[in-house]
């Protein structure tokens, strides 16, 4: 286990004496130390050195904190398409629900644009089972990513990528009308949250690779 210690303004040099510690790496203002897996880690904070005037942060709560931290995070996020996907289906209906009536202007221009642009005309668009999919991405995307299922973060940004430039298409209003400042906004948060979630996969991409790397045994050169 690695962990990364910033050092600010240290002078004279100062001596670390740590147990359970080897491999003590000195980078221009950092320290590294590689600590062995039998260390319990309890808590580390803020230490300050009176007599040379520096400061040591070391960035390593408990595997615990971290771990409910990690947990509290997703469940925050998640909430957003959770408790949207449970409204949208208390009110579903034969119709679709009041999302509906919001839903569909935004799919006629849908329409027309993609007829004006093919030049073939487009069929009407069945709203109940574009609200019906909705409720299964946010709500099962929800529910998974919590769990911290990667499947679940795609489920999300599946939802995003095709609602954004539907729900949100500031694009058809000219700047000066007010629509276009509030959809442009919630189309940039859209946005805001596909990044959130491609770094979510990004560092379970890399946390799997990394364990990967650990178990696999290295070949012994005789």
């Known amino acids: 286990m690695t962990f990364v210690i910033f050092l600010h303004n240290i002078y004279p040099p100062l001596t670390l004496n740590i147990p359970n510690v080897s491999n003590l790496k000195f980078g221009s203002n950092s320290l590294t130390i ?31 904190t971290m ?10 996020f998640a909430s957003l398409f959770i408790l949207s ?3 949208m289906f208390n009110e579903f209906d034969d119709t679709g629900g009041p ?9 006629t221009v849908v329409r027309r644009n993609l007829s004006s642009k093919l030049g073939v005309a487009v069929p009407d668009i069945n709203v109940r089972p574009v609200i019906a999919s909705t409720i299964f991405l946010k709500g099962v995307g929800g529910i998974l990513f919590v769990l911290g299922s990667t499947f679940g973060s795609y489920l999300l940004l599946f939802y995003l990528a ?8 500031f694009y058809n209003y000219r700047p000066n009308k007010p629509e276009f400042s509030l959809l442009l906004s919630d189309f940039i948060q859209s946005t805001a949250l596909c990044g959130a979630l491609l770094f979510f996969i990004e560092m379970k991409y890399l946390i799997t690779r990394k364990q990967i790397r650990k178990k696999t ?6």
């Open 99 to 107: 999302v509906a009536k919001e839903l569909i202007p935004k799919l």
């Open 85 to 87: 996907a449970w409204q």
């Open 217 to 222: 045994p290295k070949a012994k050169t005789v």
């Open 162 to 169: 095709l609602s954004t430039p539907i729900l949100y298409d």
């Open 67 to 76: 771990g409910f931290s990690s947990f509290l995070g997703r469940l925050l």
């Open 34 to 64: 590689q600590i062995t897996d039998q260390i319990q880690i309890d808590h580390f904070s803020f230490i300050f050195f009176p007599s040379s005037s520096a400061s040591l942060l070391l960035l390593q709560n408990t595997l615990t």
